[in-house]
C-alpha cells in the first residue's frame, strides 16, 4: 500500500514540475512515505530523516517532507522532533501535497496538513501513463480499516474503510495494461468488505470485471481476512482464470483465547476449516500468512496452538513478527508483557518450523514446469549495472502460486528468440532453495494465453 502511494505522490509531484532522481544527493525535495504497522517501521524512518540533517546543511534550500502512517501518528510531534523537516503530510493529505509544496516553495514555512475526515472522497488521480513500466503493479481498491484488531494502529492512522469507484479502478488497470503491465494486485485491508458499505460492487464482482480486462493475464489481492473469507471467494478462484493459485490469509495466533483477545473474531477451528474448504475446491493453492509471538498474555501453551496450527496447515510461507506496542491500540494497555527475549525465542521456534515447510512446498516443485511471467534481471544482475539481456542474462519471475524463479536465458533451446518483460516462459524446476526455485526454460509462450497455473501447459 505504501508503494502504491508513494506512486501517487511521484505522480503529484509531477504535476509540480518535479522529477525523480536515482540519486538522494541530486534532489532537490526529498518526500519520505513512512510506515508505523511496528516499531520498527517506525524507528527506521526516524532515523533516515535524521541523516537528511547534514543533507539539509549543505543545501540550505532543501525541502523535506515525512508523509504516511508515522506523520499521520505524530503530526507536530515530528517538526519539534526533527528541525530540519518542512513538511508533515498524513495519509489523506497526498492529494493535497503540490498545493502544500508551493506554499513551502514560496514561503519557506514549515507546515502540518494530517487533517482527516469520516468519509474520505478517495483520491483518484486521473490515471496517467506512469514514467515506468514494470510488469507487475498494485492497485488500492480500498483504504483504512473497520476492524480494530487490539495490536493494530491502522485503523488510527489510516481511518474508517472505504472503497475506490470500480470504474475508477479499472481504467486504472487499463491505463498500467496499455503501458505494459501484465499482473496486478488488488490492495485493501480486508478485499471481502469492497464495495460493502458504499453499495458498490462485491469484491468477487470485482475481480470478475477485473478479469474481462484484455491483455491483464494476472491478478492477486491481499488481504483477506478469515472472518469474512467465504466460499463465494473460494468459488472465484475456480471461476476466474486469471486469479492466482494464491492466497495471503493472515491468522496471528493459533490459540482461540489470544484471537479472542486480538478481536480477529474467528477461531482455530474456523480457520482450519476455512483452509480445509479452499484446498477442496483449489488443491494446488499456495496459502501464506502472518503471525504475531509475544502478544501480551501469551503462554507457552498459547504459542504451542500456533505451533500446531502450523503442522495442519503446512504454510507455503509465513510472515512472523515480534508483537510490539503502537500508539492507540488497545493492547499496549494490555497487563502481561512478554518479555523480548522471550518473544525472540519463540520467534526463532516458529521460523525454524516455518522453514521445513516452505522448504517441503519448494521442493514438491522440482521437475514440473512452472509458467511465469519474466519480470526482471534477477538481483544480482540488475544491481551490477548490466543493461543489455543477453544469453548469460539470469532472469526472474514468479509462478501463479507466487514464487520467485530465476534461470539464465542460455538454457533455453534454440535461445536466439527473446525473453523480454512480461514475456509467459515455461521453466522445468530444477532446484528448490528456502526463498527461490531455479530451472530452465523450456519454452515461451507466443500469446497471452495460459498464464496461470502448470495446468495452462501444453507441450
Ligand atoms: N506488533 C507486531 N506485529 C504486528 N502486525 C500488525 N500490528 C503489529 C504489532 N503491533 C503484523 C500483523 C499484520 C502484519 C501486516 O503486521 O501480523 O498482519
Ligand atoms: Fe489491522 Fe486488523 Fe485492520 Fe488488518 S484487519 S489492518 S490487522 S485492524
Given at each position: 500500500m505504501n508503494v502504491y502511494d508513494s506512486e501517487l505522490i511521484a505522480?503529484?509531484?509531477?504535476?509540480?514540475?518535479?522529477?525523480?532522481?536515482?540519486?538522494?544527493?541530486?534532489?532537490?525535495?526529498?518526500?519520505?512515505?513512512?510506515?508505523?504497522?511496528?516499531?520498527?517501521?517506525?524507528?527506521k524512518a526516524f532515523s533516515f530523516?535524521?541523516?537528511?540533517?547534514?543533507?539539509?546543511?549543505?543545501?540550505?534550500?532543501?525541502?523535506?517532507?515525512?508523509?504516511?502512517?508515522v506523520a499521520q501518528q505524530e503530526g507536530a510531534k515530528i517538526l519539534k522532533r526533527v528541525p530540519h523537516l518542512d513538511l508533515v503530510f498524513g495519509t489523506q493529505a497526498i492529494e493535497r501535497l503540490p498545493a502544500l509544496i508551493n506554499k513551502i516553495e514560496a514561503k519557506r514555512c514549515r507546515i502540518v496538513d494530517v487533517a482527516m475526515s469520516e468519509n474520505p472522497d478517495l483520491f483518484d488521480p486521473a490515471p496517467t501513463e506512469r514514467n515506468h513500466s514494470p510488469v507487475a503493479r498494485f492497485v488500492t481498491i480500498m483504504r483504512g480499516c473497520d476492524n480494530f484488531c487490539t495490536y493494530c494502529v491502522v485503523p488510527y492512522v489510516?481511518?474508517?474503510?472505504?472503497?475506490?469507484?470500480?470504474?475508477?479502478?479499472?481504467?486504472?488497470?487499463?491505463?498500467?495494461?496499455?503501458?505494459?503491465?501484465?499482473?496486478?494486485?488488488?490492495l485493501g485491508q480486508n478485499v471481502n468488505s469492497y464495495g460493502k458499505k458504499e453499495g458498490l460492487l462485491s469484491f468477487t464482482e470485482l475481480l470478475a470485471r477485473v478479469q474481462r480486462i484484455e491483455g491483464l493475464l494476472r491478478i492477486r489481492f491481499t488481504t483477506s481476512h478469515p472472518k469474512d473469507f467465504d466460499q463465494e471467494l473460494i468459488n472465484a478462484f475456480q471461476a476466474n482464470d486469471k486469479l492466482c493459485n494464491h492466497i495471503h490469509?493472515?491468522?496471528?495466533?493459533?490459540?482461540?483465547?489470544?484471537?479472542?483477545?486480538?478481536?480477529?473474531?474467528?477461531?482455530?477451528?474456523?480457520?482450519?476449516?476455512?483452509?480445509?474448504?479452499?484446498?477442496?475446491?483449489?488443491?494446488?493453492i499456495a496459502i501464506t500468512s502472518d503471525m504475531i509471538v509475544g502478544f501480551p498474555g501469551e503462554s507457552d501453551a498459547d504459542f504451542n496452538e500456533t505451533l500446531d496450527l502450523m503442522r495442519k496447515v503446512e504454510f507455503d510461507g509465513l510472515f512472523a513478527f515480534m508483537y510490539s506496542d503502537r500508539p492507540n491500540a488497545p493492547a499496549t494497555r494490555f497487563k502481561a508483557k512478554i518479555s523480548e527475549p522471550q518473544k525472540s525465542e519463540r520467534l526463532q521456534i516458529l521460523?525454524?518450523?516455518?522453514?521445513?515447510?516452505?522448504?517441503?512446498?519448494?521442493?514438491?516443485?522440482?521437475?514440473?514446469?512452472?509458467?511465469?511471467?519474466?519480470?526482471?534481471?534477477?538481483k544480482k544482475q540488475s544491481s551490477g549495472g548490466l543493461d543489455e539481456p543477453n544469453q548469460a542474462t539470469q532472469w526472474t519471475g514468479?509462478?501463479?502460486?507466487?514464487?520467485?524463479?530465476?534461470?539464465?536465458?542460455?538454457?533455453?533451446?534454440g535461445s536466439?528468440?527473446?525473453?523480454?518483460?512480461?514475456?509467459?516462459?515455461?521453466?522445468?524446476?530444477?532446484?528448490?532453495?528456502?526463498?527461490?526455485?531455479?530451472?530452465?526454460?523450456?519454452?515461451?509462450?507466443?500469446?497471452?494465453?495460459?498464464?496461470k497455473g502448470e495446468k495452462s501447459y501444453a507441450a
Open positions: 505522480i503529484q509531484m509531477a504535476t509540480s514540475g518535479y522529477q525523480q532522481t536515482p540519486s538522494l544527493e541530486k534532489a532537490d525535495l526529498v518526500i519520505l512515505n513512512t510506515c508505523t504497522i511496528r516499531a520498527k517501521a517506525e524507528q530523516l535524521g541523516r537528511l540533517a547534514r543533507m539539509k546543511k549543505k543545501k540550505p534550500g532543501l525541502i523535506v517532507g515525512v508523509g504516511g502512517c489510516r481511518g474508517r474503510e472505504s472503497s475506490r469507484h470500480p470504474d475508477n479502478i479499472i481504467n486504472e488497470i487499463k491505463t498500467f495494461v496499455d503501458s505494459g503491465v501484465k499482473e496486478v494486485t488488488l490469509l493472515p491468522v496471528q495466533s493459533g490459540s482461540n483465547r489470544i484471537l479472542k483477545r486480538m478481536n480477529r473474531k474467528y477461531t482455530k477451528d474456523q480457520y482450519l476449516d476455512k483452509v480445509a474448504k479452499l484446498r477442496d475446491t483449489c488443491p494446488e521460523l525454524e518450523l516455518q522453514e521445513t515447510y516452505t522448504k517441503k512446498k519448494n521442493e514438491a516443485l522440482i521437475g514440473s514446469i512452472q509458467p511465469i511471467i519474466a519480470e526482471g534481471f534477477s514468479r509462478t501463479s502460486t507466487n514464487k520467485i524463479v530465476n534461470f539464465y536465458h542460455g538454457d533455453l533451446p536466439c528468440v527473446d525473453i523480454f518483460p512480461g514475456k509467459i516462459v515455461h521453466v522445468q524446476i530444477d532446484k528448490a532453495y528456502a526463498h527461490s526455485l531455479w530451472g530452465k526454460p523450456v519454452e515461451i509462450e507466443p500469446t497471452a494465453e495460459g498464464s
